[in-house]
């Protein structure tokens, strides 16, 4: 998974990348047992960044996926309005994303989608 650095404040914090107007969901899946790395995790994590105010995915970051996997699932996602629902988005992974772990990939895209759903069942406002 990628990170971006934040400054510290004068008091050492680490300050908010952008002042608390996004939420972050999140999705995992398994691989099925024949792709799991014997040396490290045997799931795919999916994170979706959204605006709290608009619900555009801002970014992804995904663990468990090939580079160029990670490259496709942000060129397909970041833009879309969280809140339209995954199926258009894990249909394009699916046709665009070609081997073993994609189901996985696309089941936690889903699984990120239903962060979301779960988010809103607790009254906040639609994103």
Excluded: W
């Amino acid at each position: 998974m990628q990170t971006k650095a934040r400054a510290p404040t004068e008091e050492g914090h680490v300050s908010p990348r952008r002042n608390e107007t996004t939420v972050i969901f999140v999705g995992h899946a398994r691989l099925p047992q024949s792709l799991a790395p014997r040396d490290s995790s045997s799931v795919v994590s999916v994170e979706l960044e959204a605006e709290i105010a608009s619900g555009t995915i801002l970014g992804t970051s995904v663990k468990g996926v090939l580079p160029l996997g990670t490259r496709l699932l942000d060129e397909v996602l970041a833009g879309r309005r969280i809140g339209d629902g995954s199926q258009e988005a894990v249909e394009e992974i699916r046709q665009r994303y070609v081997c073993p772990s994609q189901k996985a990939l696309c089941t936690a895209v889903a699984n990120a989608y239903e962060a979301y759903y779960r988010y809103r069942q607790q009254g906040v406002p639609p994103l």
